[in-house]
């Protein structure tokens, strides 16, 4: 191989540096290893809520065509990176993100442009600026450990019977999404609410037992592996499988009744400083995801390619995502939500 | 021959009777329709000449009449006109021959005979001197009682004779009967058809004498 | 030929001009009423659902603890789904105040009765805008919710544009027929027309009788006209006949009386120079009347060419009765004229005019031949019906053949012959007339020989 990738963790002295960034990191292409401190070349930046590990093989890939190009990546929380990019719509090229409906709200404002030739089924894409690169359900994740002798639930309804058969186990071991914070936990539970009144059922008997509320997947996967949690509801399959060591501690059940099945999404934002490039980006993740010959190049679940449409529990890109992205109505969602959750 | 003249041009027709009379016929002159139509109906004529243009109407409405009460006396319409329509509209109407103005009163003649040899029946004079007769329409001819063929030239030396015994032709007034005005021959060629004569009335008691210098003269006797 | 016409534009063609752009008018008023109402149903489909968007809105508000509570169906914003992926934007005024949605959102400077729809400009887009308004009455509160819901209108114009593209090819399939029906209509116009033409062309030189077949009534004032044209023709024709005539008989009568004065004279007169000059005087009246014959009947012959009379004739019963008629004036020249007729030779012609052509021939070589000779005139029938006339004259000059029967053109040997050049053009253009030749030659005897052929 003729490239060499650098992986280099950069403090940049610039006001970015204020941001709270979860990780910032820059790719370079092979010509520009040598040349740190080379200011002039081709940048591309990417504002992302997918953890850095899952797009690296990506990056990669997309580099070792192009020696003269650097990437920096940069991870926030989904509902973080509404709030960044809004403020400054011009430092970014490309935004992605698993919050559909602020990823679909952005690209509705006008904040993304479209690339005309790019063919992609017309439910993975909207307006031809908003693409849809992965499928991705919503799961409960389960610790082995504390289902030892008993069924594993398949549905929610089966959750709350087992969570009702044994509060003491599961009392203060239960973790979701603080939907306040996270917006990929405010989707997944507004579709839920939406889907079925078990939902709602659901959150008040975890709200009895009491349930801690994270901001990720990847924290809440680390607390059921060391035994703080029993069980985690509507946590990303994908990151719990990927990570092996926790692999064989637990069980990821996709809820049969309905699997809330989201889709990460990127858009090249209109006033993007590389336009053509941050495309070519885009292009290049359709490509990877549908090609998928080498599974070590794409570790997130490609879309679902046998349906010509997704499957019904899979979010639809369209209007009705602004619906809970209301201030009236998300200002209702919370307040029940949280007089459910929080005792 | 008796012929009835239709002419309203009075000089024509004078000129036209002094011509004929000449030539030994008889000829009575109408200036218009009605006195044609009059004198056609009281006088047993041999022809009637017919010009077309009358004062008292179109020369076609008397040979519609005449025919209409079937009068046999052959017509030979005087023309002015030379549109061959109305030539065969003529002939058409019953005329039996037309002529047209001026003419050659040879021709007319010829014409005349010719008229009245088609019309059999019609009276024929017969003409006789010493032992030889002759029909100057039908153009026979015996000799001694038996009958001679004479072409048309030599009959109408034989009747130019015949008409006028005893009396002397010049050379040069003879050629003016025989020949047409546009054949261009010597007083000379009328010998040739003296002597065809002389030898056609061998053995009669008719004689073409030649006075020298003077002309010929028929003998009889 | 009778010279043609001035021709300016085509009445047929005028006619397919001015349907077939009252058609494209037609189409093109069609295309645009058809667009336009189609323009107005899409727009009034993407009303009906915003406004139901917008009332779905609207009944969610509630006042509760004088707090507004709107919580509207997720349908509201699912229902402006679109196939163009159309932008949708919203706002939620409280009395004035904004409560939730899109804050920049056109509104209506007429908060108090807001029209139902209005077409805006927002964020660089055309957008259709729908708003409602609703008071809700609360305990000791009265407060009035205006809901806007806007959405581009991209799927809108998509529709049109298809609905444009069918609009279109059915407005040029449409014009394509009424071209193809103008054609039609424009030929069925016309036909009257034609069939008058055709029954005017058809018609035979002396057939100067009004029209009488009905005709559309605005052909009528054209054929009366023509009625007019050909009574005054006809009128002017048989007067100028009868001027010929007269004419011919007022010069041909004095004519004819000095000749027979002047043969009546030569008769009477002995002296040889007074007889010369009084044949010269008959030559020069037959020369002078000859002449003027000809002339005439070579203008009627010029005439008659133009108009051809077509009939049914036997050029053998033709050529029989001229032989007949001129037997009297061969006998003076003691020529015999011999006819041969293998059989009937049928022919369509015009029997005036082959008369007087073959009357020229056989005038001509009776002129020319000697005394006591024979003329053979044949008719034969193939390989096309023609007429020979051979005599035993001299023949013709052979330098001179090509020229003789140029108009005019006079034999070298036909000194003191009367004028026969005319003859021969005469006889030329009937042959010429009936689509024939005539050919001069010399018979192996020295005689000429002329062939007539049709």
């Known amino acids: 191989m003729r490239y060499i990738f650098c992986l280099i963790l950069a403090l940049w002295p610039l006001a970015l540096s204020a941001q709270n960034w979860e990780d910032r990191q820059i790719f370079r292409g092979a010509a520009l290893h040598d040349t740190a401190a080379n200011t002039d070349a081709v940048q591309l930046r990417i504002l992302s809520s997918t953890d850095t590990a899952f797009f690296i093989p990506i990056i990669r890939r997309f580099l070792a065509d192009r020696p003269s190009v650097s990437i920096e990546y940069l991870v926030a929380g989904s509902a973080q990176i509404d709030h960044i990019f809004r403020q400054a719509p011009a430092q970014y090229d490309l935004v992605i993100s698993s919050a559909m409906d602020l990823q679909f709200k952005l690209t509705n404002d006008g904040y993304a442009q479209p690339i005309e030739d790019l063919v992609t089924p017309d439910w993975a894409q909207w307006r031809q600026s908003l693409f849809a690169f992965t499928s991705e359900p919503a799961a409960i994740v389960i610790r082995r450990a504390d289902f030892d002798g008993h069924p594993i639930p398949q549905t929610r309804q089966e959750l709350i019977e087992a969570m009702r058969a044994r509060p003491e186990v599961f009392r203060n071991r239960l973790g979701t999404y603080d939907i306040r914070r996270s917006g990929l936990g405010y989707l997944f539970a507004t579709q839920d609410a939406r889907a079925s009144e078990t939902y709602w059922r659901l959150t008040e008997v975890m709200g009895n037992l009491g349930t801690r509320l994270y901001c990720c997947s990847g924290d809440m996967i680390t607390d059921l592996a060391n035994g703080k949690l029993a069980v985690a509801y509507n946590v990303l399959g994908s990151y719990a499988l990927a990570r092996s060591e926790t692999a064989s501690a637990l069980t990821v059940v996709l809820a049969a009744d309905f699997p809330t099945t989201m889709m990460r999404t990127g858009f090249v934002t209109a006033s993007a400083p590389q336009p053509e490039l941050a495309k070519e980006f885009i292009r290049h993740l359709i490509r990877v995801q549908t090609q998928a010959v080498d599974p070590e190049s794409f570790l997130l679940p490609p879309l679902i390619q046998s349906q010509i449409t997704p499957a019904q529990s899979t979010i639809a890109l369209g209007p009705a995502l602004m619906t809970y992205l209301d201030r009236l109505k998300r200002r209702m969602f919370l307040k029940e939500w949280t007089r459910a959750i929080i005792r | ?221 | 030929m009778a010279e043609p016409g001035q021709v300016q534009g085509s009445l047929r063609n005028r006619l397919a001009v001015t349907l077939i752009g009252g058609a494209a008018l037609l189409a093109l008023l069609l295309f645009f009423v058809v667009r336009s109402y189609a323009a107005q149903i899409a727009q009034q489909g993407q009303d009906s659902i915003l406004t139901a968007s917008v009332s779905s809105i609207l009944d969610a508000a509630v006042l509760r603890d004088d707090q507004v509570e709107i919580d509207f169906p997720y349908a509201a914003f699912s229902m402006l789904t679109t196939p163009a992926d159309d932008q949708v934007f919203y706002a939620i005024y409280r009395d004035g105040e904004l409560l939730s949605g899109y804050a920049d959102l056109p509104q209506q400077a007429d908060r108090a009765a807001p029209k139902q729809f209005q077409t805006a400009q927002y964020d660089g887009k055309t957008v259709r805008i729908s708003t409602a308004a609703r008071t809700l009455l609360g305990a000791d509160v009265r407060t009035r919710i205006t809901v806007s819901v806007a959405q581009t209108q991209d799927a809108l114009s998509e529709t049109l544009n298809q609905i444009s593209t069918n609009v279109a090819s059915f407005g040029f399939g449409f014009f394509m027929l009424a071209v193809l029906l103008s054609f039609w209509v424009s030929s069925v116009t016309i036909a009257p027309l034609k069939r008058l033409t055709t029954s005017v062309t058809r018609r035979g030189p002396q057939d100067l009788r009004p029209l009488t077949k009905p005709v559309p009534s605005e052909m009528l004032p054209l054929v009366n006209s023509l009625n007019t044209l050909m009574r005054r023709l006809n009128q002017s024709l048989s007067q100028s006949e009868d001027f010929i005539a007269e004419a011919a008989h007022r010069v041909r009568t004095p004519l004819a009386t000095v000749r027979s004065y002047a043969e009546t004279t030569l008769q009477r007169v002995d002296k040889e120079e007074n007889r010369q000059a009084l044949r010269s005087m008959v030559r020069a009246i037959d020369e002078s009347s000859r002449a003027a014959g000809q002339l005439l009947d070579h203008a009627m012959i010029t005439f008659r060419a133009d108009h051809l009379e077509h009939e049914d004739l036997d050029l053998g019963d033709l050529v029989q009765e001229l032989v007949q008629r001129l037997t009297p004036v061969a006998e003076m020249k003691d020529i015999d004229l011999v006819l041969q007729i293998d059989r009937p030779v049928r022919l369509i012609g015009d029997a005036i005019l082959l008369q007087n052509a073959i009357r020229n021939l056989i005038d001509n070589a009776l002129k020319y031949s000697p005394s006591e000779s024979v003329i053979e005139i044949s008719v034969t029938a193939s390989p096309h019906p023609q007429v020979a006339v051979r005599d035993q004259g001299a023949g013709f000059p052979s330098d001179e053949i090509a020229d003789l029967a140029q108009r005019f053109s006079r034999g070298n040997n036909a000194r003191g012959t009367i004028g026969s050049g005319l003859g021969l053009t005469i006889a030329q253009d009937v042959a010429a007339a009936h689509g024939g030749s005539l050919t001069l030659s010399n018979t192996a005897g020295g005689g000429a020989c002329v062939i007539f052929s049709v």
């Open chain 2, 1 to 221: 021959m008796k012929f009835l003249l239709v002419e309203d041009n009075p000089d024509l027709a004078a000129a036209v009777c002094v011509r004929l009379q000449l030539d030994g016929h008889t000829i009575d002159h109408a200036g218009t329709i009605s006195d044609a139509i009059a004198f056609s109906e009281i006088g047993d004529y041999d022809l009637i000449l017919l010009d077309i243009m009358l004062p008292d109407g179109d020369g076609r409405s008397f040979l519609k009449q005449h025919r209409d009460q079937k009068r046999d006396t052959p017509v030979i319409v005087l023309t002015a006109r030379s549109q061959v329509s109305d030539r065969i509209s003529m002939l058409d109407l019953g005329a039996d021959d037309y002529v047209t103005k001026p003419f050659d009163h040879e021709e007319l003649q010829a014409r005349c005979r010719a008229v009245l040899r088609r019309k059999a029946g019609a009276a024929q004079t017969v003409l006789q001197l010493a032992d030889v007769t002759f029909n100057p329409v039908a153009g026979h001819v015996t000799v001694c009682g038996k009958a001679v063929s004479l072409r048309n030239r030599e009959l109408r030396l034989l009747e130019l004779l015949f008409n006028a015994p005893g009396q002397i032709f010049p050379k040069q007034k003879l050629v003016d009967r025989l020949f047409s005005y546009d054949e261009d021959v010597s007083a000379n060629a009328i010998e040739v058809y003296i002597a065809r004569l002389r030898k056609h009335l061998e053995g009669s008691a008719l004689k073409i004498t030649t006075l020298r210098g003077l002309g010929y003269r028929l003998d009889h006797g």
